[in-house]
């Protein structure tokens, strides 16, 4: 069973009600708050393993609800919204967001991304004090730090674990279903469109001098120095 705190900050009853329903079945605590005040208390307060968060909220606003959270730390964080266009999932997961959900959803999916996102932010013992460097890139694993020549590159969740899996792999070419399951821990096929966007954020992140994340048109991405 999976154990940990779920904070949902939704203000729409009904679907903070079916999400905490299909969470608490697979043996998650849930704590539902409905506005941006209460979220950044609440997060504060009870230190939750991961959170689903909706962006039009009164008060303050999803989107500023993760910036703060995330300049307090590294909680995963699911947006979850009805607004469906490009700008709005870039600007969340530039923010630090892990994943993007958009309304409607099936809440068995959500689920799946919630215990998908607690997967990858797990520790893993065989990545202490590792290094790993290609070209001007280098990135300390267990430090969770990256960073192109003496640059440092501030980088979210998300992006590391996609820089961290192409450079450990570099080389082989890998399509966007299969980074969605070895990255992002999907067990099927989602939205691929969340790989291209990590994809481009990451690359503006490390610069002209550093574009060592390569498109194979039609196939998909690989590392290469």
């Not at 999400?19 to 849930?30: N, S």
């Not at 991304?113 to 280098?138: H, N, Q, W, Y």
């Not at 969740?157 to 570099?170: A, G, Q, S, V, Y």
């Not at 954020?201 to 060592?212: D, V, Y």
Request: charged share 30%.
């Amino acid at each position: 069973m999976a154990t940990g705190t779920i904070l949902v900050v939704e203000d729409e009853r009904s679907i903070s009600s079916l999400v905490e329903m299909y969470l608490r079945k697979e043996g998650f605590d849930v704590v539902c708050v409905a506005d941006g005040a209460r979220a950044v208390e609440s997060a504060e307060a009870i230190m939750p393993a991961l959170v689903v968060l909706d962006v039009m909220l009164p008060g303050l606003d999803g989107l500023e609800i993760c910036r703060r959270l995330r300049a307090r730390g590294a909680v995963p964080i699911i947006m979850l919204t009805a607004r469906d266009t490009h700008l709005d999932r870039i600007i969340g997961l530039e923010l630090g967001a892990d994943d993007y959900v958009t309304k409607p959803f099936n809440p068995r999916e959500l689920v799946a991304r919630v215990k998908a996102v607690l997967r990858r932010a797990e520790p893993r013992p065989d990545e202490d004090d590792d290094t790993l460097t290609l070209g001007p890139v280098r990135v300390d694993v267990s430090r969770r730090i990256a960073r192109v020549a003496e640059r440092a590159v501030e980088l979210t969740p998300k992006e590391f674990d996609l820089l961290t899996f192409l450079i450990r792999n570099r080389g082989i070419v890998f399509g966007r279903d299969r980074l969605l399951e070895r990255v992002w821990g999907y067990e099927r096929a989602v939205d691929t469109r969340t790989v291209d966007s990590h994809v481009r954020s990451l690359r503006a992140k490390l610069g002209e001098e550093a574009q060592i994340v390569k498109t194979l048109r039609g196939v998909g991405y690989k590392a290469e120095a």
